[in-house]
């Protein structure tokens, strides 16, 4: 695929779901940058990540919708005159999902079930692309984790994404609707959630460097994760929505080689000229879901659209430390200080 894929989008009507939030912000950027119609329609139900900030610079080239995709009548109205949908609302706490599963099978998988409903009825010839998860795969069987892994969710916000995931995939055999789901791995970068602990431990630990506190690993931290940059993953949506060949299929999108986390806090406190690294013994509710070492192939995806990652991990965390270095107060409540969940 060449960038045609990015001319695709000039005064292409597209929508976000999730749109406030870290990918979808994120996106939302490349989107006006190309000349896109952008709607984004976001809940910002508090520590979920939506954030108005998300899209300063840019907010007076999108549309704003703050809705509830468990909202079956929004739905119906908002997916009528879009040609593209990023379908990016969810749930994205492991933990969380253990807690609370009720929410979590609302959010992720019933709430699927009414964008796609809306669709069906009221804009069949919509191209939806939704974001899955590498949790869908649970533990490993072998490295690197193709798409012909067995689906063995270790958690039940796994379950519901996998479900959500096989709805989309069902919608577009039977009913037309032309959709696609990316599986994505470890997405990091500028505009991230790290409030709190729950949605991704990467944010967190460059939270915890900038800040110079200790960072905490699980075990010996040598398991072995992969990273993408966000901006490589939001080209990954771009390229799955302008492709009719990514239709009825998933794909996984990964980092460009994997390291472990103690490398990885070792490069991060290096970055960040602050920081201490902590190892700890595993809390029994983490360790319980915890799914060792993971990392993508990306091959596949590669041979559809010619996607692949672009930005080194080392220059990455710095972008990421530097953006969290000035909007800090964006993203923390300065005075919450240490009582944040560590």
């Not at 949908?85 to 994205?92: D, E, H, K, M, T």
């Not at 270790?154 to 055999?173: F, P, R, T």
């Not at 696609?180 to 729950?198: A, D, E, F, W």
Request: aromatic content about 10%.
């Amino acid at each position: 695929m060449t960038n045609d894929y990015r001319s695709f989008y000039r005064d292409r009507r597209v929508m976000i779901t999730g749109g406030l939030g870290f990918i979808g912000s994120n996106l939302a950027r490349h989107l006006v940058e190309l000349g896109a119609d952008v709607l984004l329609v976001d809940s910002l139900i508090p520590d979920y990540g939506g954030n108005l900030f998300n899209i300063d610079g840019i907010a007076d080239r999108v549309r704003v919708n703050i809705a509830d995709v468990r909202q079956q009548s929004t739905m119906n109205h908002l997916v009528r005159d879009r040609e593209v949908i990023f379908n990016l609302a969810g749930q994205v706490s492991h933990i969380d999902s253990m807690r609370d599963p009720y929410t979590d099978l609302e959010i992720n998988c019933r709430s699927q079930l009414f964008i796609l409903e809306a669709c069906r009825q009221h804009n069949n010839g919509v191209k939806v692309v939704f974001a899955g998860t590498r949790q869908v795969y649970g533990k490993p069987d072998s490295l690197p984790v193709t798409e012909t892994h067995l689906v063995r969710p270790s958690d039940v916000n796994g379950i519901n994404k996998a479900a959500g995931e096989y709805y989309h995939l069902l919608y577009n055999h039977v009913f037309g609707i032309r959709a696609c789901s990316l599986r994505l791995t470890n997405v990091y970068g500028p505009r991230q959630l790290i409030k709190h602990n729950r949605q991704g431990f990467i944010g967190w630990f460059i939270r915890l460097a900038i800040e110079d506190r200790d960072i905490q690993i699980y075990g010996d931290g040598s398991q072995l994760r992969d990273f993408v940059y966000v901006d490589d993953a939001a080209d990954a949506f771009l390229r799955a929505g302008a492709s009719d060949l990514c239709n009825g299929d998933v794909f996984n999108v990964g980092g460009a080689e994997p390291i472990s986390l103690r490398a990885l806090v070792a490069l991060l406190i290096d970055i960040a000229g602050a920081g201490r690294v902590r190892y700890i013994d595993w809390p029994p509710e983490k360790k319980a879901i915890d799914i060792g070492s993971f990392y993508a192939d990306w091959s596949k995806f590669r041979g559809a659209v010619g996607w692949e990652p672009r930005m080194p991990l080392q220059e990455g965390l710095a972008r990421s430390v530097e953006y969290y270095r000035r909007h800090l107060s964006r993203y923390v409540d300065v005075a919450e200080g240490a009582v944040m969940e560590a």
